[in-house]
């Protein structure tokens, strides 16, 4: 869920999505058939492993009342902050692991 390079943290949009759903008090299970993945997707989906498509947005939008433009964003924001780091990395010479929650 969450990549850290020399200056640049990216939080993969599931950590939001699995957030909301546990607030709401939604089970994986439910939400899983809602958004219409298996649960392996679903946790992918979570720790940003799966992009969020204009289709998912849209689902998720309808699951959650959380515009879709927010989710493409955030996805957009994430993928441009995985390359941020990708890029620190290589020019610091060290090799920061992902560490997921």
Not at 10 to 24: K, L
């Amino acid at each position: 869920m969450f990549s850290y390079g020399k200056d640049t943290i990216a939080v993969a949009p599931g950590a939001t999505i699995y957030e909301q759903i546990v607030d709401r008090k939604i089970t994986i299970s439910d939400f899983s058939q809602k958004i219409g993945m298996n649960k392996k997707d679903t946790e992918q989906l979570f720790t940003g492993k799966i992009e969020i498509t204009p289709e998912i947005a849209n689902k998720l939008t309808k699951i959650l009342g959380i515009p879709t433009t927010f989710w493409l964003n955030m996805e957009a924001q994430y993928r441009d902050d995985l390359k941020q780091i990708k890029l620190e990395q290589k020019d610091s010479g060290c090799n920061f692991s992902k560490i997921e929650n």
